[in-house]
């Protein structure tokens, strides 16, 4: 089962997905921090209001998310191709809320960057909120898997040695296009790519996260509590445009897609910023 986050005539709902209609969810506004878990998950369907994807407007799949966190450097590939050394603690860095866009909207390219590079990500959402959460207890903490695509501005990234002003941009985060119940996810098997102009360019597998999902839930509840609808991006891997020879960035025109096998698919168009 898959949950959508949407509006529709100016109210924000939930639905499931059901092929390419959105079923509401009885009582349901928003999967955010005062969402009650266990009312979601025990939530009833409205037959009645059945309507088609494309009828409505589809939100991020955490529409307000009260923290975002990213991870660096979290696939072999993507450290090789950087000439850095692994990492023994995960590399963490904040997005906001502000950042993240439905999967249905187009990319803006801002006038500032011209090294505009592409990041598929497996996204986690918070459910159960907890702090200092063990790592065996993390995927009861798990409320469902999306896809992200971290858009990043490269000549913006590396102008220190902290990435914030490279990853944290107005409106140029895809995250969705919904929410999958972790039970229907197999992450030890599912598949990651970008593809860009029908090239695929990155290409990898979950499996092969440095950092587990459980062991980032469990660092990063060390230090700061997670609320329901709080997002965890997990991670690129190798195939980064940056790195690539020659180097390949996104402008307005292009077409990239990113996946996660089982979870979604994001197909975006590229745009000049209005």
């Known amino acids: 089962m898959a949950w959508v986050s949407y509006r529709r005539d100016g109210q924000d709902g939930v639905g499931v997905l059901d092929g390419d209609h959105v079923v509401p969810l009885r009582g349901l506004r928003r999967i955010d921090a005062t969402t009650d878990v266990e009312a979601l998950l025990a939530a009833e369907p409205d037959p009645a209001s059945r309507t088609a994807v494309a009828e409505v407007e589809l939100l991020p799949a955490s529409p307000a998310p009260s923290k975002v966190f990213c991870v660096g450097l979290n696939y072999d590939e993507h450290v090789n191709e950087t000439g850095r050394e692994l990492p023994t603690y995960p590399v963490l860095f904040p997005k906001y809320a502000s950042s993240l866009i439905a999967a249905d909207r187009d990319i803006p390219v801002p006038p500032e960057s011209h090294q505009v590079d592409y990041e598929a990500e497996l996204a986690v959402v918070v459910g159960r909120p907890g702090r200092r959460i063990a790592k065996a207890d993390a995927l009861d903490h798990v409320l469902g898997y999306s896809v992200a695509n971290d858009v990043t501005m490269r000549d913006y990234q590396y102008k220190t040695h902290q990435w914030l002003q490279g990853k944290a941009w107005d409106g140029c985060t895809p995250l969705g296009p919904w929410l999958v119940r972790p039970d229907e ?90």
């Open 185 to 274: 996810v197999d992450l030890r098997r599912a598949g990651i790519r970008t593809v860009v102009d029908g090239v695929t360019v990155q290409e990898s597998d979950l499996s092969k996260l440095i950092f587990d999902v459980p062991t980032l839930i469990s660092v990063v509840s060390e230090f700061t509590a997670l609320n329901t609808g709080d997002v965890i991006l997990t991670g690129t891997p190798g195939g980064v445009g940056y790195r690539r020879d020659p180097q390949l960035f996104l402008h307005p025109g292009t077409k990239v897609s990113v996946e996660v096998d089982g979870v979604g698919r994001i197909d975006s168009l590229v745009v000049a910023e209005r």
